[in-house]
């Protein structure tokens, strides 16, 4: 664990750039990060404390969701000094499906750039009804593919319940979109809302070998009125299994804990939820 300071200390080192209070990285382990929608507010709030904070117990990459993209360019490149400063990674980012049409996606590329990004992950869609509809949102992942690979970055999607839910017919929509897709497309996947729509994660890494390159590590318990507010380790999620798929064939390079809420403020879910992750995989 790199050595940690307050978040009030880091928010004047932070002015100070560049330095460094963290470890590289090990080169030997798969980096294990945090989806950054799990502290919003705390993002919202202290960003610079907030990635220290995160940095200081233990996480190794960072996944920024939508609101990056309202960053001017100068955010953007002093997120990235800060995140070399603190020896962190931003992997990839969660987009909406809007910016994967043709006004917006030369921003996108262009801020993943500056963050050193490798995926543009599709986090949302909106699709027509049916089969037809959700081949569509794999057209737009194809040709997504195409402009970004222009520089230098890749493509990918990310599950919520209903890719999981059966269409009349019985085919699910995360099957089309593994179906009609480039084999360079990520298959982000989000365990919780996979297990919410019944499925098996495990069953689901090994029938596509090679294409879950990032994992969501987030929790669903159905016991009610729990549901996605609780820790890692805590709901129905076979962790030991998934690991054990995800790393023996289904091509994972990174993974990602991520929390919708619990019973404990966001920083301290943040660290209670790697401490579990930390113990399930062996990392103690």
Known sequence: MPPCVSRRSFLALSATLPWAIARPLDAAAIPVGIELYSVRDELKREPDGTLGALRCMGYECVEFYAPYLEWTEEQAKHTRRLLDALGMRCYSTHNDSSYFGADKMQRAADWNAILGSKYVVMASSNPKPGADGWKEVAETLNSAAEKLARSGLKTGYHNHEAEFRPL????????????????????????????????????????????IRSMHCKDWSPEPGKGYRVLFGEGAARWKEIFEAAEGGGGLEYY?????????????????????FRAAHGRT
Do not use: H, Y
């Not at 929509?173 to 497309?185: D, R």
């Open 168 to 211: 009349p017919g019985g085919m699910r929509p995360i099957e089309i979109i593994a179906k009609n897709t480039k084999p360079e497309v990520m298959l982000q996947l989000d365990v919780g809302t996979c297990l919410e729509a019944g499925s098996d994660p495990v069953a689901w890494i090994q029938a596509n070998p090679g294409r």
């Open 256 to 276: 990602l804990i991520e929390q919708e809420g619990s019973r404990f403020p966001e920083l301290e879910t943040a660290r209670l939820c790697l401490d579990a």
